[in-house]
């Protein structure tokens, strides 16, 4: 499976490391706090990208379970911290309807 | 399979350069909104592109050696197949949706849309 036409994973696998140290990048740079959350993103959905280019690069496709479940991780956590930033607490509804109950 | 193996070369290298584009574009860009513009739809088209040349891949053993490969104790390339289609679902889904969020949080908390503006609009 691996290496059958040439240095396909190994370009892509440098393509991907290079985009994934310019969003790091921009994530120490941002000015806000939603340029860090986005190049974070980025670099969530590169990850998952990596593991599953090196996945097929060692010959490993049991890999790909491990991107899979980094790219639900990586989404739920991006929600999260938005709904942080957003709304400056993780359960804005259901604090205010206890908060109105009471 | 000479023709399978090319276009996924094509595929994972336009996938990884769109990668690299959009790398360029969220360092480079100057507001934040441009910067979700290169981020979220190079992510986007970019691991669609490298997922489907990785899913053509996971095909290659069984279009080289037929059904046969299937008895064998290597991988199941269809069940490979689908996981690495199952990944290309999920980022086509999330990915939009978490940028979509993102540009609405930033918009309610009052990130300043395009600061030029002023200087080129009215002008005509």
């Known amino acids: 499976m691996s290496s059958s036409f040439g240095m396909m994973y190994e370009v892509a696998l440098a393509g991907i490391i290079v985009t994934m140290a310019l969003a790091l990048s921009r994530a120490v ?53 938005l709904r942080f930033s ?15 109950d009471a | 399979m000479w023709v399978l193996n090319a276009s996924c070369w094509g595929l994972l290298g336009l996938g990884t350069f769109l990668c690299v584009i959009g790398g360029i574009g969220i360092v480079r860009f100057p507001e934040f909104y441009a910067r979700t513009h290169a981020a979220s739809i190079t992510d986007t088209m970019g691991a669609g592109l490298i997922l489907t040349g990785l899913m053509g891949q996971a095909l290659l053993p069984l279009v080289e050696h037929g059904w046969a490969v299937l008895e064998t104790p290597t991988p ?35 990130v300043a849309v395009n600061p030029q503006a002023g200087e080129h609009d009215g002008s005509h």
């Not at chain 1, 599953?52 to 479940?69: K, N, T």
């Not at chain 1, 359960?91 to 109105?100: H, I, K």
């Open chain 1, 86 to 100: 957003r709304y400056g607490n993780l359960a804005s509804d259901t604090v205010r309807a206890s908060r109105g």
């Open chain 1, 29 to 81: 740079l941002g000015p806000t706090v939603f340029d860090r959350i986005l190049a974070l993103n980025m670099f969530g959905t590169k990850t998952v990208l990596l593991i599953a280019v090196a996945g097929f690069w060692m010959g490993r496709p049991d890999f790909m379970d491990l991107a899979l479940v980094y790219a639900l991780v990586n989404f739920t956590g991006t929600i999260a911290v």
């Open chain 2, 76 to 110: 199941n390339p269809l069940l490979l197949c689908f996981k690495v289609a199952l990944l290309g679902i999920f980022i086509l889904l999330t990915s939009p949706t978490s940028g979509h969020a993102l540009v609405k949080a930033a918009y309610a908390r009052g």
